[in-house]
């Protein structure tokens, strides 16, 4: 079953969404994002004529009642986004007879299911080297099945839309689908268009393919990087990651961020690219800095020449070029992780430049898909978000879809 073919007319849906929004101090929503995300599905099921149940996370109670994490706080903005009014459940395991009396066309909110540690599955106040442990982690997964159970009572359908725990198993985003058959459960629109918008950079393929991996560390990024190279045709790799290559490589890297422990990987990385025939692409100069904040004094070095007391902030001029070559005629495009400390406005420069050739090749019909924390941040930051193809809603789950691992949350519906 699909949610553009189920008809909601008189159903009752339980919805799994991720209202983690972040609030200030007094409440206030700053980002609605996520919100926004979820409405086509939620309005889809409420027009069809059916009573929605929502249900989110929010923070990380960990498996307790804690008022700032509250969904009570979301109450007013989900209804004015809808344009109806919320009810709202205040123990989401205890909601069956407020969802029982719902009406088609009605709505209600449970609270926070973190505050139950059921949801998350994981024994609380026991320690993992606890001899007792194991039994305890038995007893709460048998929980964890009674928690998603009760549920699940309350809806005829369930739907999910949360990519962003899709990579979590769940009661909630993955335990709880096996109470209904495959007629009932299905994945929301946000959580289609991420599944699909990832396929189309895994295995809907059009080359050339570039992948831009940048961030801090290869160590993080080691298992997509391994995936890719299986795939691209240009493999990009920037940010922090270029100076453990540079160290690997015989250089000296001054102060830079560098993996130690890593440089043997760093070389492997170099000879498999080799033996696959992927043009690995990495930086040759870079801005460096004498300390790491904005306002430093800054020369532009080799990124193998690199003396002690200064560090590698940001991709070169040359490397840039070298950079912006290997997207611009690309026609599909992953990016992840900025070229440099693109926080301070003084080593935005590399990112920028990967912006705008993502941008440049997106307008001569490149599919670019952007993900996976910071990168989203920093192509927010340029203001480009709409010259790219599609920004993923999902950081850990979307790197772990790119690992090629096998998404729970989305198992649990398509088998
Ligand atoms: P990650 O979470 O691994 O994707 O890393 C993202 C972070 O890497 C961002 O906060 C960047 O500021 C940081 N980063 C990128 N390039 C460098 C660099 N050359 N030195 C230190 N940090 C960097």
């Given amino acids: 079953m699909t949610i553009d073919t189920c008809n909601f007319k008189d159903l009752k849906a339980i919805v799994r969404v991720d209202f983690n929004v972040p ?11 996520r919100i926004r995300g979820a409405l086509p599905t939620l309005k889809k099921i409420l027009s069809d004529g059916g009573s929605l149940i929502i249900m989110s996370h929010m923070g990380k109670p960990k498996g307790k009642v804690n008022a700032k994490f509250s969904l009570g706080q979301i109450v007013d903005a989900v209804s004015e986004k809808l344009g109806v009014p919320v009810q709202f459940a205040p123990d989401c395991a205890k909601a069956g007879e407020a ?20 949801e998350e ?10 001899p007792a442990y194991k039994e305890a982690k038995e007893a709460m997964k048998q929980s964890q099945k009674e928690f998603a159970k009760t549920l699940a009572s309350y809806a005829d359908v369930y739907v999910n839309d949360a990519f962003g725990t899709a990579h979590r198993k769940h009661a909630s985003t993955a335990v709880i689908a096996d109470s209904f058959d495959k007629d009932h459960k299905m994945l929301g629109y946000l959580m289609e268009k991420e599944v699909k918008a990832v396929n189309n950079v895994l295995n809907n393929i059009q080359r050339p393919f570039t992948a831009i991996m940048g961030g801090s560390k290869v160590s993080t990024k080691i298992g997509i990087i391994e995936n890719l190279m ?33 440089l043997d990987l760093a070389l492997s990385i170099i000879e498999k690219a080799k033996e696959k025939g992927v043009n690995l692409v990495l930086g040759t100069d870079c801005v460096a800095g004498d300390a790491f904040s904005n306002d430093c004094n ?16 940001d991709a070169g001029p040359e490397t840039r070029k070298t950079f912006a070559a290997a997207i611009e005629g690309a026609k599909t495009i992953l990016w992840n992780g900025p070229a440099g400390v693109f926080e301070f406005d003084n080593f935005a420069a590399g990112s920028k430049a ?17 993900g996976g924390g910071d990168s989203v941040a920093c192509i927010n930051k340029f203001g480009m978000a709409d010259q790219v193809s599609y920004i993923s ?3 850990g789950a979307l790197l772990e879809a790119i690992e090629g691992k096998v998404l729970p949350g989305i198992a649990a519906i398509e088998g």
């Fill in 23 to 33: 609030l200030d101090e007094n409440g206030k929503i700053t980002d609605d994002t």
């Fill in 99 to 118: 969802a029982a009396a719902l009406k088609p066309g009605e709505v209600l909110l449970l609270e926070n299911l973190r505050f139950y540690p059921e």
């Fill in 121 to 130: 599955g994981k024994p609380v106040g026991i320690d993992k080297e606890d």
């Fill in 230 to 262: 299986d795939k691209v045709d240009n493999l990009i790799l920037c940010g922090g990651m270029t100076y453990t290559f540079a160290k690997a490589l015989g250089g000296e890297v001054g102060q830079s961020i560098c993996e130690e422990d890593k």
């Fill in 298 to 313: 800054t020369q532009v070095l080799s990124v193998k020449a690199i003396p002690a007391g200064w560090e590698g902030l």
């Fill in 354 to 370: 990967i912006a705008d050739a993502i941008a440049k090749a997106t307008a001569e019909g490149a599919f670019s898909l952007i």
């Fill in 393 to 395: 809603t999902g950081g």
